[in-house]
Every structure is written in structure tokens, then in C-alpha cells.
């Protein structure tokens, strides 16, 4: 019989680890593997919600920001500007939780695929995401391949910390 259970640690100066306990033929043996990618045992769906969830809240406090901004600009005052304020903390925030949730899940689909976590799986989803929200411009191919560049150089500043 093989029993194996495997329990995850964050300290906050370190990366995530795992302690492996594996029961076998009656003898347990404890293993510990340094610098463990997590989301190889999560699945894709889960990544995609909490990237939905984290970017949606980001969208939506920037819309609260940005709103009576925009509505000053505009000259608008009662229930007009609260109707303009709503609507564009609603319209932010589900764009930038629907970016998530492209750019996310293709991501995390890449790497299952490939098997591997580089650069190439974070240019495609970039480019991917970028194209599904540049489809209704006239220049889509710039705004994927702009959101592309974009993404790989978020992803070169998080690999050199």
C-alpha cells in the first residue's frame, strides 16, 4: 500500500516548499523538496477564480478612483454622476477580472501542456488575453502584441527577485 500526502509551506522570506510523507510497506519516510511550483497540483479553474477575484477587486478600487474623476471631467452632478460612478467601478472591474481569467487559465493550460514554466507560457497568454480584448479595435494585433510585451517583462521582474 502507498499513502502519500504532501503539506505545503510559505514562510514569507522564503519559496514554497512541500513535505512529502510517503507510507510504504509499513515504513514511513519523510522527504522535503525545495522550490515547489504549486500550481502544478491545483487545477487550472482554481488559478483562474482567485486570479479573477484578486484582479476584479484591483479593477473595481480603480474604478472608484478613476470614476468621479472622469465625472468631474465631464460636468456631470446628482444622480447622473452616481449612475456614471457605478457603472464604471462595475464596467473596470469586470474587464480587468475577465483579463485575469483569459490571461490565468491560458497560462496555467500552457504549462500543463508544455510541462514547463517560462517565458513562452506567459508571451502566449499575454498575447492571447491581449487579442480577446483588442478584438473590437481597429488595431487588435497591436494591443495583443503590446499586452504580450507587457506580461513577459512582468514576468522577467518577478524571475530576478
Not at 512541500?18 to 515547489?36: N, P, S, T
Not at 487545477?43 to 478600487?61: E, H, K, N, Y
Not at 494585433?141 to 527577485?161: I, N
Request: with cysteine.
Amino acid at each position: 500500500m502507498l499513502l502519500k500526502i504532501s503539506v505545503y509551506s510559505k514562510e514569507a522570506s522564503e519559496r514554497p516548499s512541500r513535505l512529502v510523507l510517503v507510507l510504504h510497506e509499513g515504513h514511513l519516510k519523510a522527504e522535503r523538496e525545495m522550490e515547489v511550483d504549486i500550481a502544478d497540483d491545483v487545477p487550472c479553474s482554481s488559478i483562474a477564480v482567485d486570479s479573477v477575484i484578486r484582479m476584479g477587486t484591483a479593477g473595481l478600487i480603480w474604478g472608484s478612483c478613476s470614476g468621479p474623476y472622469d465625472a468631474n471631467k465631464l460636468g456631470l452632478a446628482g444622480i447622473h454622476r452616481a449612475s456614471f460612478i457605478a457603472k464604471s467601478v462595475g464596467r473596470l472591474g469586470f474587464q480587468w477580472g475577465m483579463f485575469a481569467a483569459i490571461f490565468s487559465s491560458t497560462r496555467c493550460g500552457f504549462q500543463r501542456y508544455r510541462r514547463r514554466n517560462d517565458w513562452v507560457n506567459v508571451l502566449t497568454a499575454g498575447v492571447v488575453a491581449g487579442a480577446a480584448f483588442g478584438a473590437g479595435t481597429r488595431n487588435w494585433k497591436q494591443v495583443a502584441g503590446a499586452t504580450g510585451l507587457v506580461c513577459l517583462l512582468c514576468h522577467v521582474a518577478e524571475d530576478s527577485r
